[in-house]
């Protein structure tokens, strides 16, 4: 039986090897984050907590700009009598989003929201309210004609106040991490970011207001902090300085089409240094974003070779060993002769005699010390031999070959590897335009290099006489 043992088990590590690989599936299920649930369109948080609801009917003139809350820039209306009647009513309703802060005038934006000492860090606003009622009005046809007579229809109206409680806080975005945790994100692709709350906030009373735009052709959309110039955009490659944009290039990767036979997973993943594998292009998309959404196509491309080498190694070992044993181990036995000593020659030459003597009524005995089976341990040795070897010789290829396997190597079919790619890329691209050292676009002058003209004019005045110099 042990000799078979060996066999069978490398049949079934050959089937393992050879058995088709599991299907894989980007899990959509990696964050157990509660989904965002925004604010609706045309909707701007209130900065200031108050049961004011004067704000309500109230036009703007023009769209929130230069970090000035709503209330700041809505005027009084002369039409809004023209309104319907006001009307309030019991909402049970809670909302949460994230939006990402343009990188350029967060200052003036965070202002009025108390954050203004946290606009160098922060990258995003939060807020989380429980809105409990609304107070409306209804814009009517009398409205529409009295303010188009007016000339007064302006960007558009106050026509609804959200009144409830929640908190508005600032974030600065992270990697994954112990310092960072995971937030509702709309605009985000995966629902999520990593980020750490910078300050909070807590709010109370009409926490937000609806601004019915008057022309919907020429509406600038409003951010949540009303200012259109408060949102992030996109970032694009222009946005970098020349040293920063280098170093995007040579991380940026692409997908490359390869020849094979299946035009799905015929391809490779490629950075500015070359083809890297697909295990090497999930590592780096787990580090810079956080997600575990690839996780599973994270594995061993050669495993055969390691299993089969773990394997033989040790039924080589044991093998040999038990050669060892059953080559050099003996048996004792008992060799009896009822009439005296034998005569030279009747002994085995295989067996080891220690010195005999007589035992009364029984004869002369003499203790044998045999070896159990010399051959048998010289088969197995020869066995073990073989199957350590090849068992080491399995650990050099896979020492080759490797954990992550060739560059062609996928699990991930190309339609995916495109998506995740362009998702890296992208939250690379940011994590650069965020990273990069400020840049200055003014002349920088040496005190050396500057040579002071003065020139001297007289100067009389009802009260002042005298020479003054101009520089």
């Given at each position: 039986m042990m000799?078979?043992?060996?066999?069978?088990l490398?049949a079934l590590?050959?089937?393992a090897?050879c058995?088709?690989?599991?299907?894989?599936h980007?899990?959509?299920?990696?964050y157990?984050v509660?989904p965002?649930?925004?604010?609706?369109t045309?909707?701007?948080?209130l900065?200031?907590?108050n049961?004011d609801?004067?704000?309500?009917?109230?036009?703007?003139?023009?769209?929130p700009s230069?970090?000035?809350p709503?209330?700041e820039?809505a005027?009084?209306n002369?039409c809004?009598?023209?309104?319907?009647a006001?009307?309030?009513e019991p909402?049970?309703s809670g909302?949460?989003?994230?939006?990402?802060l343009?990188?350029d005038g967060r200052?003036?934006?965070l202002?009025?929201y108390g954050?203004?000492d946290?606009a160098s860090?922060a990258t995003h606003?939060y807020?989380?309210?429980d809105?409990?009622?609304?107070a409306s009005?209804?814009?009517t046809p009398?409205?529409?004609?009295c303010c188009?007579?007016?000339?007064?229809?302006?960007?558009?109206?106050?026509?609804?106040?959200?009144?409830g409680?929640?908190?508005?806080?600032v974030?600065?975005?992270?990697?994954?991490g112990?310092?960072?945790t995971?937030?509702?994100?709309?605009?985000e692709?995966r629902?999520v970011?990593?980020a750490?709350?910078?300050?909070?906030?807590?709010?109370y009373?009409y926490?937000?207001?609806l601004?019915?735009?008057?022309?919907?052709?020429?509406?600038?959309?409003?951010?949540l902090l009303?200012?259109?110039a408060?949102?992030?955009?996109e970032?694009?490659?222009?946005?970098?300085?020349?040293?920063?944009r280098a170093d995007?290039q040579?991380?940026?990767?692409?997908?490359?089409?390869?020849?094979?036979?299946?035009a799905?997973?015929?391809?490779a993943?490629k950075d500015?240094?070359?083809?890297?594998?697909?295990?090497?292009?999930?590592?780096r998309y787990e580090d810079?974003?956080?997600?575990?959404?690839l996780?599973?196509a994270k594995t061993?491309?050669?495993p055969?070779?390691l299993?089969?080498?773990?394997a033989?190694?040790?039924?080589g070992?044991f093998l040999?060993g038990?050669a060892l044993y059953?080559?050099n181990?003996?048996?004792q036995?008992?060799e009896i002769f009822?009439?005296?000593?034998?005569?030279?020659g009747?002994l085995?030459?295989?067996?080891?005699f220690?010195t005999?003597q007589?035992v009364?009524?029984?004869?002369?005995?003499?203790?044998?010390s045999?070896p159990l089976?010399?051959?048998?341990?010289?088969?197995m040795?020869?066995?073990?031999g073989a199957m350590?070897?090849?068992g080491?010789?399995?650990f050099?290829?896979?020492?080759v070959?490797g954990?992550?396997g060739?560059?062609?190597?996928?699990?991930?079919?190309r339609?995916?590897?495109d998506a995740?790619v362009a998702?890296?890329n992208r939250?690379?691209?940011?994590?650069?335009?965020?990273?990069?050292?400020?840049?200055?676009?003014?002349p920088q002058l040496?005190?050396?290099?500057?040579?002071?003209?003065?020139q001297?004019?007289?100067?009389l005045s009802?009260?002042?006489?005298g020479?003054?110099?101009?520089?």
């Open positions: 000799v078979r043992t060996p066999a069978r490398v590590l050959v089937l090897g058995g088709a690989a599991t299907p894989f980007p899990s959509a299920s990696s157990q509660v965002a649930t925004p604010l609706g045309g909707y701007v948080l900065p200031r907590s049961d609801r004067s704000l309500l009917g109230r036009v703007l003139v023009d769209p230069d970090g000035r709503l209330d820039v005027r009084p002369p809004a009598d023209k309104l319907g006001p009307n309030e909402v049970v909302f949460e989003d994230t939006m990402a343009a990188s200052a003036r934006v202002h009025p954050f203004d946290d860090s606003f807020y989380k309210l809105v409990d009622k609304r009005v209804a814009v009398e409205y529409t004609a188009t007579e007016k000339g007064t229809c302006g960007y558009g109206v106050v026509t609804a106040l959200g009144h409680q929640g908190e508005f806080a974030l600065s975005e992270q990697r994954s112990s310092a960072s995971q937030i509702p994100a709309s605009s692709e629902g970011i990593n750490k709350f910078v300050r909070k906030r807590y709010v009373g926490i937000a207001a601004v019915t735009v008057a022309d919907a052709a020429k509406a600038r959309p409003l951010s009303g200012d259109p408060a949102g992030a955009t970032p694009t490659e222009q946005d970098l300085p020349e040293q920063a995007y040579r991380k940026k990767i692409q997908v490359e089409a390869r020849s094979g036979a299946q799905e997973f015929a391809y993943f500015g240094s070359g083809a890297i594998s697909e295990n090497e292009f999930v590592r810079l974003t956080g997600a575990r959404d996780s599973a061993n491309r050669n055969f070779w299993y089969y080498g773990i033989a190694t040790g039924v070992t040999v038990s059953v080559s181990a003996t048996q036995r008992t009822p009439n005296g000593e034998p005569p030279a009747t085995s030459s295989s067996c080891n220690s005999g007589n009364p009524m029984e004869g002369y005995q003499i203790q044998c045999a089976d010399p051959g048998l341990g010289k088969s040795g020869i066995i073990g350590l070897g090849s080491l010789a399995s050099v290829v896979y020492g070959l954990y992550d060739s560059t062609t190597d996928h699990v991930i079919s339609s995916d590897g995740y998702r890296y939250a690379l691209l940011r994590a650069a335009v965020r990273n990069a050292p400020a840049t200055t676009t003014a040496s005190s050396q290099n500057v040579v002071s003209t003065v001297w004019m007289p100067v009802p009260g002042f006489a020479v003054v110099g101009r520089f």
